[in-house]
Each structure stands twice: as structure tokens, then as C-alpha cells.
């Protein structure tokens, strides 16, 4: 298990950008973005303009708490007048990072991917939407150990219908990677918290063969290492 927490542990972080720090200059740059794509997403009369628009943001905050959770990571808050000016600013103008006190974590924003999907995206942009609101939505979930979820039954219940689109439409790496393995441990969560035994026999069986077909295409990824671990809290399941 120890190994198992260490593994996913190296994938958050490879996830996150390389550390660098938020200059001023760049921070300008992030503000300028956010004020005009803000206003875009509120005001442009086009819909899928709108739509773009809460993608841009959303990707753009992605970017930026990688960079805080780095220092957050290593020194316990965020290092920097710009850094902590751009955290301020972006409140102000109306496009807040999200922000977990108890976890002292920049959180994943949501409900940026989730309004542009509403409003309707291109087939390449919805797929780029909700590869993002998975990735984000399952790291935020667990603290430690992914099999231990913060997750609701609606929430576990939206992350198999991502896991599932995308898993239609996915098919470059190493997005295609990342998908198969949240895949397993999203099915097996969605087993572990099944409270009707025919339904956690039909995501038992899934998860599985996720796990299985994980390790045979992927022998040489980091992620194949935690898949036994999945099997074995599968195998224990009544």
C-alpha cells in the first residue's frame, strides 16, 4: 500500500508544470486574459464563443495553481508579491481560484469546464473539456490513498459517464493512459461504494478488466506498478 501511495503520489505531481515563479510581468498577462474572457464568457452574444471563453479560463487557472501548489507544496504558502497579487486580482475581476483551507490546496475549477460543455464546444474542445474536468475532479478527490474517496454518489456517478466519453473518444497518448488508469480505480470505487450486489459485480468485472488490460498495454508505466493494489482491494470485496 505504501508503494502503492508513493506512485500515485509521482503522478499528481508529474501533472503539475515544472516550478517557476510568477513574475509580475506574468502575471499581468494572466489578469489581462482573465478580465477579457470573463467579459467574453458574460456578455458575447455568440454561444460558442461564450463556451471558448469559460475553457480559456479554466485552462488558464489550471496553469496557475499548478504553480501556487508548488509553493504551497514546499513552503506552506504562496511565495512572492506577484504571485500573491495575482491570487488577489483574479478574485476581483470575477474569476477566483478555487482554494481548500482544510488542505491548504489550490483546488480544480470545475464549474468553468462545466459551463462550457452546457453551452456547447466543438467535438475536439469538449474532448480537451472533460479530459481536464476528470483529471481534476479525481486528484481532488483523495488525499492519500485514490481507493479512499471524497467523492458523493453523484459525483462518483458523473465520473463514470466522463470516464466513459472519453474513453470513446480518446485515442493519443499519453491522455489515453491517464484515462485507462483513472478508469480502474473510478470502477473500482464506483464497486466499493455499491450498495446493490448486482451492481457491484457489473463494476467489479469492469474494473478488473480495466486493471488487467492496463497492465498488458502499459507493462513499462509507472501507473502498472498500482495496479495490483487495485486488484487485491477488488479481490477483498464480498
Known amino acids: 500500500m505504501r508503494r502503492f501511495v508513493a506512485i500515485v503520489a509521482l503522478l499528481i505531481t508529474a501533472n503539475a508544470p515544472a516550478h517557476d515563479l510568477i513574475t509580475a510581468e506574468l502575471a499581468e498577462g494572466y489578469l489581462n486574459k482573465a478580465v477579457k474572457w470573463h467579459e467574453q464568457s458574460e456578455t458575447d452574444t455568440d454561444t460558442a464563443e461564450r463556451a471558448k471563453a469559460y475553457l480559456r479560463i479554466g485552462v488558464m487557472l ?17 511565495q512572492g508579491l506577484a504571485s500573491t497579487y495575482l491570487v488577489a486580482e483574479l478574485k476581483r475581476v470575477g474569476t477566483p481560484l478555487a482554494y481548500s483551507a482544510s488542505r491548504n490546496y489550490f483546488t480544480a475549477n470545475s464549474d468553468y469546464y462545466r459551463m462550457a460543455l452546457e453551452l456547447g464546444l466543438n467535438s475536439i474542445l469538449a474532448r480537451e473539456a472533460r479530459l481536464r ?20 454518489p453523484e459525483q462518483l456517478a458523473q465520473s463514470v459517464a ?35 450486489a448486482a451492481a457491484r459485480a457489473e463494476y467489479r468485472g469492469k474494473a478488473l478488466a480495466y ?8 507493462p513499462d508505466s509507472l501507473r502498472s506498478a498500482a495496479m495490483p493494489v487495485v486488484r487485491a482491494a477488488l479481490y477483498d470485496l464480498n
Open 133 to 152: 474536468l476528470l483529471r481534476g475532479e479525481f486528484y481532488d478527490s483523495f488525499d492519500v490513498d485514490p481507493l479512499e474517496t471524497s467523492q458523493s
Open 162 to 196: 466522463l470516464v466513459e466519453q472519453l474513453l470513446a473518444t480518446v485515442s493519443s497518448e499519453p491522455d489515453l493512459e491517464e484515462v485507462r488508469f483513472i478508469a480502474a480505480i473510478v470502477y473500482a470505487r464506483a464497486a466499493q461504494a455499491a450498495t446493490d
Open 62 to 78: 489550471d496553469e496557475i495553481r499548478g504553480y501556487l501548489n508548488r509553493d504551497l507544496a514546499v513552503h506552506g504558502e504562496v
Open 211 to 218: 486493471v488487467d488490460a492496463f497492465i498488458g498495454d502499459y
